[in-house]
């Protein structure tokens, strides 16, 4: 009787082992099933928000998955943009540097030539640097308006006085200005200390003003204002040039975009595209208007010392 009680006994323990693992199994069968049926879901939706099952344990598990795939999703979706800024640059170089290396070709070959006079040497050699520094520019100019884009190159940002960056720009440019005839007038500047980083900002307002330089006429005037305002200052540069049609406001601050008055004068559209990106790292814009053949004026907005502060605390 004892025996059969203990081979009972065995046998009932036997049976409920067998279906303890076979209900495991199946468990695990049905989680991996689970799982599967969510990356499908993931791999053919590219969602983030995977459906969550009712088991804590599962529920964990699909949370985990949940943010390792949008991670996944994240970096892929990033080197798939960086492919395509690297392509777009390397097509923007080769299509700006097509008309610059040419002509460095040309004067090469024409230096080569029997029979030249000094004159015509120094002058084939005057061009071919002219070329080559525009070649030189260009790269270097692109390359940190991309970097700038991409978050590679930041700078520091700081509450300033805003009369010595506006004379580091003019200074700038002062050369060009007096080549041309060209006064640069600054009207009522005073002193006041607003949220930028003089380097970065007097090249933006450079190439402002070159802009304004390359593009007015001889013995004009460009002038220089600031208007202090609630949250931020407004800088002016008024020049005397060509004007820009309304409809290209928007387009002006593009990379590369030439206006239609002045597509075929010299220059490459990459001034005011840089100018906007770095007024975009301060917290501040540029804005244009005009009238065609009376001028251009160009609205840098820099916020205050208190708004900047402000806005330093929010974040």
Known sequence: MTENWVVGLSIGIAVVCVLASAGTAIYYICSIKKMEKILDHFQKNKAQNLPITKETRESKLV???????????????????????????????????????????????????????????????????????????????????????????SFPVNCTGIRKTVAMAVGGIYAKASEKKIAVETSGFQEHMLYHNPKWTAEA?????????????????ITIGLYPMEFYSRIDIQDQGLGIAEKEYNNIFKRFYRGKQVEQQ??????????????????????????????SCFHVYLLNEVSAQKTIMRQ
């Open 266 to 295: 010299e220059g490459s559209g990459l001034g005011l595209y840089l100018a906007q990106l770095i007024l975009n790292q301060e917290k501040g814009y540029i804005t244009v208007t005009s009238n065609p053949r009376n001028g």
């Open 205 to 221: 307002l450079g190439n402002i003003l070159e802009n304004s330089v390359k593009y007015s006429p001889e013995g004009s005037v």
């Open 63 to 153: 949370s985990r998955l949940d943010r390792l795939l949008g991670t996944v999703s994240r970096n892929q979706e990033r080197a798939l943009e960086e492919r395509d800024q690297v392509a777009s640059l390397v097509s923007d170089l080769s299509h700006q540097l097509k008309t610059p290396l040419s002509n460095v070709l040309m004067y090469t070959e024409l230096l080569g030539e029997e029979g030249l006079s000094p004159q015509e040497k120094q002058e084939f050699l005057r061009e071919t640097r002219i070329q080559t520094e525009k070649m030189q520019w260009l790269m270097k100019t692109l390359m940190k308006a991309s970097r700038l884009e991409q978050g590679i190159v």
